[in-house]
């Protein structure tokens, strides 16, 4: 049972505090604050004690969303909870930071009005939710270019009029028929996080993807929709088939509210969503890529005869030629006592800079298209540079996303409603990998 | 939060009171009561006779908040005024209101603990756990449990057990780790109703939501408590939920069943083996779970994997953060207590990056390594070589005189040096723990070097890898189930995994093994003596082992029973154990593999040494075949 709520901002400010049982000072709020600045790192600061008090926090949106409690509680409830009240902070809200959370704290309190009673949690479903919760979200949406750029030249259409703008998904499930309001939205996301380990040898050492099939829904009601994966999908190691195409998971599991009674033969789930964000599948695979790995790096570091240390790296991307890395960013520890940088790219919209304090190279590449190759050279002064300290360098690491594009193959053959919704109705699927982790050894 | 205080507000609250618009208007509503309770508790009994006449409206959802804030408002006094609602509430034909009128009493209760609680509600709420809706049925059991805490909690009889269990799909994720959690109370009369319930809960150990998962493995965890078998295979069966909670996309999340599964593996260190992978560290997690997996990893070493997993951890021990860096560093000492060849390679190679952080950790690491495994002091000793004007730290002082102790070699030369060398650490080291070290070596080495020898060699101490051989056992279930899905392992640093005490000497027989047979093969030498004895050169080649072992006839096998003190250890974490000895493995058969097969009682022995003697792993197959047949 939980016995207060709070969320702070990153700067201690207290944004919300609701005390559900009276067992425990509101001083609870200082302490835990002055407690997670003590922090020096080494301690795990997802669960604190003092005196009788548990303080359990997770850190979302750049906020502190903490439970405190005195009984034994259960971790993962709690832990679980506190992650499913960010979602609905999100969907009732349309993104989580400070602002948000600021201008519609009546909103908040509200929501934890209906979910917690007493300390217990009661519902945290969108479905029972919406017939109580009446308050409306106050969005805040500065002015931006970008959303003009939907309009083409007299207003004719345009290649983006096909994909979904990118906020599109971040507005508040509940909004009045205003601008944006009313309008009969439904997201099919399929997102992927790949880590993976690639030996210096360029042996795949550890490759894992989780994935999951999440449902954003904007529809007031929806009856029935059902999700066509591919045909060829295939579950856990015994039903390999011999197709060379299929796509394979290890692991995979569903919502409560899926039927699956299509699944087995045509692959087809059918779901009721409620409003909001619901994650409707999951499903793993461990160690078995069925493609390349997407990035592939050849390095050479040597010391040059005046000291220096020179590293020059290529880096070649396996997509298919169709699909693009953005956003690669990548992480090159250097020596201790780095000082300066000097650099050769191959082409003007990377950029690459030092931070000491990291002992780290970074490299940007705002976009990487599939089959290109790119090379860097950095020069490095170190003082005192020895044999010894080449071991420094590496493993280099890398964040990107792969837009339309997921590493299984899963894909999503077809999205129907039924009954046909009335009025306009539009539905979005989307794919993306993400990088959870992704090393390369030197 | 806007001003509250103050004058005008208390008279626009006032208005907006007595405003009957304002009361449809919920929000408004619900904030307005707040304000007026805790500007001005004389206005409350006005907010009091509001929130009655709204408890008899038509809209269940405006008698549901009504009665909320009515229970919420924590007044003296309030009893008299709420009690009428509260009862009729209980009857509601709305069922969120009944939701509320339950835990209603709750917060009656704690309000006036002293009060009797009248028999008739409780009575009542038992009878309200038949409640067709589901959150009802749930805030009775939490009402009821306090309410009657002091006869502790609710009782749970067979009925409601079952009731309880029949209805727990209906409920969501939360009611359900409720429910589990309450029905750990419950005795089962009979075998047949445990494994009845059992069977009915097996599903929910595979849920992926956690806490679900969690409720039920520890409801399974303390129903068979008297049933180790079961528990194992209850372990095994919420591995693959626990693997992905701990790489869920929220790292609170990870770090707690990180956690949980260091609990685990204080009982079944084989458990995660082979899923060694999912513990490697992603580079943008926090130092708190990198040093958690890094923690786990070291259990997990086995022959197949430790060139993979030290490989890994060799990477970061160049981590920016020191303390993941100093982890890693101690990680890999920890694994060079069963394979210290490599362990010291990387370890002495580390050295070279001068980095005062690393080599301070790198010392220490080898001073423990030293201390536990004497084997080692040759190695460190070459390591050390060209170490001498660095004699002023304090750890290098005792390494190397515990290392050249053991190596026997240039003592001359160095005594006297070793000796000033120590004597300045006694006389200027202000940690105390390395100071005492420094002064137990000084004291060893006035009764001479070989003393020095004695003690260091005198016996192997304690190392986990041993544990199969010298007897430190697993530790059973029990020991940690009750802290299992409670904040407990989390807020302990789980120190006590992967280390041992080096202080704590658990000397080590020379040929521990207490081994009996029973004759029956005529390949193999004959050895109904009783105990077996090594042999240095094979007898065998594997190949020619390998051939033979196939040609047997099935029940044509030699079966050895070793009595060993650790009931349940793995095969692998054996042949780490015989390692260490120096015992090599001629063959050896992983649970599960063809085609080694196993005959139907599962009793076959199937592992060999070099020549002899035979080392069986009969005890670890009858426990997969077992779990396989339950």
Redesign the interface.
């Given at each position: 049972m939980i016995s207060q709520l709070f969320i702070l901002s990153s700067k201690g400010d207290h944004l919300i505090y609701k005390d559900f049982r009276c067992e425990a000072g509101s001083d609870a709020v200082n302490k835990f604050y002055e407690m997670v600045t003590a922090l020096t790192g080494d301690q795990p600061p997802v669960v604190m004690k003092h005196k009788e008090l548990h303080f359990v926090h997770i850190k979302q949106g750049g906020l502190y969303w903490v439970a405190t409690t005195k009984a034994d509680a259960s971790p993962f409830t709690i832990i679980e909870f506190l992650n499913r009240l960010t979602a609905l902070v999100k969907d009732y809200c349309g993104c989580l930071s400070e602002k948000s959370v600021r201008m519609n704290f009546a909103l908040i309190y509200e929501l934890l009005d209906e979910v917690v009673d007493f300390g217990y949690i009661q519902t945290t479903s969108t479905d029972i939710l919406k017939n109580f919760i009446q308050t409306e979200a106050v969005s805040s949406k500065p002015f931006s270019l970008f959303d003009l750029s939907n309009v083409g030249l007299f207003g004719a259409d345009t290649q983006q009029n096909k994909v979904a703008p990118s906020a599109a998904a971040t507005r508040p499930i509940m909004s009045s028929q205003g601008e944006q309001g009313g309008k009969n939205e439904i997201f099919v996301d399929v997102i992927e996080r790949m880590s993976v380990v690639i030996g210096a040898n360029g042996v795949l050492m550890k490759a894992d993807i989780e994935g999951e099939i999440r449902v954003k829904c904007y529809m007031p009601s929806c009856s029935e929709m059902r999700i066509g994966l591919n045909e060829e999908f295939s579950i856990g190691k015994s039903q390999l088939s011999g197709y060379g195409a299929a796509v394979h998971v290890d692991e995979c599991s569903f919502h409560q509210a899926v039927r699956l009674d299509e699944f087995d033969t045509y692959r087809i789930l059918k779901v009721c969503p409620s409003q909001g964000e619901q994650t409707v599948m999951q499903y793993q695979l461990c160690d078995d890529l069925p493609t390349a790995p997407p990035f592939r790096l050849f390095p050479s570091i040597e010391r040059d005869s005046g000291g220096r240390l020179l590293m020059y790296l290529k880096l070649r991307c396996d997509l298919p030629p169709k699909s693009a890395a953005i956003n690669v960013s990548i992480t090159i520890p250097v020596p201790k006592g780095s000082l300066r940088l000097s650099q050769e790219l191959s082409s003007p919209d990377q950029s690459a800079e030092l931070q000491p304090k990291n002992k780290a190279v970074h490299w940007e590449i705002p976009r990487f298209p599939g089959g290109a190759q790119l090379s860097a050279l950095f020069k490095l002064e170190v003082p005192g540079l020895s044999a010894a300290s080449l071991q420094e360098v590496g493993p280099v690491s890398l964040s990107f996303e792969l837009p339309k594009y997921t590493c299984t193959g899963l894909q999503i053959r077809f999205l129907r409603l039924s009954p046909i919704q009335p009025g306009p109705s539009q539905r979005w699927v989307r794919y993306v990998t993400h990088s959870d982790s992704y090393t390369i050894r030197i | 939060?806007p001003y509250l205080g103050g004058e005008q507000t208390v008279r626009e609250l006032r208005r907006a009171l007595s405003n009957p618009n304002v009361q449809t208007?919920?929000?408004r509503y619900?904030?307005t009561i707040h304000r007026v309770i805790r500007l001005n508790p004389e206005l409350s009994l006005l907010v009091i006779n509001t929130l009655r006449k709204d408890c008899s409206d038509h809209n269940p959802?405006v008698r549901s908040l009504a009665l909320?804030n009515m229970c919420n408002l924590?007044l003296p006094g309030l009893l008299q005024y709420v009690q009428q609602p509260l009862t009729v509430g209980l009857k509601d034909k709305a069922a969120c209101v009944r939701?509320?009128a339950v835990?209603g009493w709750?917060?009656i209760h704690?309000l006036q603990p002293n009060t009797e609680m009248d028999v008739a509600v409780v009575n009542e709420l038992y009878g309200m756990l038949r409640d067709p809706d589901p959150?009802v049925m749930?805030?009775c059991l939490?009402a009821l449990e306090e309410i009657l805490q002091e006869e502790g909690g609710v009782a749970i009889n067979k009925p409601i057990a079952h009731h309880l269990l029949n209805r727990l799909k209906l409920c969501?994720?939360?009611g359900q780790?409720?429910v589990l959690?309450v029905l750990q109370r419950y005795r089962p009369r009979s075998e047949d109703e445990l494994f009845d319930i059992l069977s009915l809960l097996d599903h929910a150990l595979l849920s992926?939501?956690?806490?679900v998962?969690?409720?039920t493995l520890r409801l399974f965890l303390s129903l068979c408590s008297t049933l180790p078998a079961v528990c194992m295979s209850a372990l095994e069966r919420a591995r693959?939920p626990l693997l992905?909670?701990a790489?869920s996309?929220?790292?609170?999340?990870r770090?707690?069943?990180l956690?949980h599964i260091q609990l685990l593996l204080r009982s079944e260190p084989g458990l995660m083996g082979e899923h060694y992978?999912?513990f490697?560290?992603?580079?943008?997690?926090?130092?708190?779970i990198k040093?958690?997996k890094m923690q786990v990893l070291v259990e997990l070493v086995n022959d197949e994997n430790v060139a993979?997993v030290l490989?890994?951890l060799r990477?970061y021990c160049?981590d920016?953060?020191t303390?993941t860096s100093q982890t890693a560093i101690n990680a890999i000492g920890g694994i060079g207590r069963s394979y210290s060849d490599r362990c010291l390679a990387i370890l002495t190679?580390?050295l070279?990056?001068?980095?005062e952080h690393i080599t301070s950790a790198v010392l220490q690491t080898l001073r423990d390594l030293v201390w536990v495994c004497p084997q080692c002091g040759d190695a460190v000793c070459s390591a050390l070589e060209g170490w001498d004007d660095k004699l002023q730290d304090s750890q290098v002082v005792i390494l190397a005189v515990a290392a050249r102790c053991l190596r026997r070699q240039n003592l001359l030369r160095h005594r006297t040096q070793m000796g000033r060398g120590l004597a300045y650490c006694i006389e200027e080291e202000v940690d105390m723990c390395v100071r005492d070290q420094a002064l137990l070596y000084y004291r060893l080495l006035h009764c001479g070097i070989e003393e020095v020898r004695r003690v260091l060699q005198g016996g192997r101490r304690s190392d986990p890898s041993l544990g199969p051989l010298i007897g430190r056992p697993p530790e059973p279930i029990s020991q940690w189930a009750s802290s299992f899905?409670?904040?407990?392992?989390?807020?302990l640093?789980a120190s006590t995994v992967g280390n041992s005490d080096p202080a704590t000497p658990n000397p080590l027989t020379p040929n521990p093994e207490p081994m009996t047979s029973t004759p029956g093969d005529p390949h193999l030498p004959d050895c109904s003596s009783g105990a077996l004895s090594l042999s240095v050169s094979p007898a065998l080649s594997p190949e020619e082992f390998e051939r033979l072992w196939l040609q047997l006839e099935k029940g044509a096998c030699l079966e050895v029973c070793v009595a060993c003190p650790v009931p349940r250890c793995s095969p692998e974490s054996l042949q780490v154990a015989l390692r260490l000895v120096n015992i090599q493995t001629l063959a050896f058969t992983p649970p599960n593999t063809h085609p080694w097969r196993v005959d139907h009682q599962g009793d076959l022995a199937v592992g060999h040494q070099l020549g002899n003697p035979v080392i069986e792993q009969a005890e670890a197959v009858r426990q997969t075949s077992s779990l396989n047949s339950d």
């Open positions: - | 939060m208007d919920h929000l619900r904030n959802m909320r924590r939701r509320v835990l709750a917060k704690t959150v749930v805030n939490r969501d994720v939360w780790s409720e959690a992926h939501h956690a806490p998962m969690a409720a693959g992905a909670a790489g996309a929220s790292r609170e999340l770090y707690a069943a956690c992978k999912r490697f560290c992603g580079y943008a997690e926090p130092p708190y040093q958690n993979m490989d890994e990477g160049t920016v953060n303390e190679g580390l070279g990056l001068k980095q899905n409670t904040l407990e392992p989390l807020t640093r």
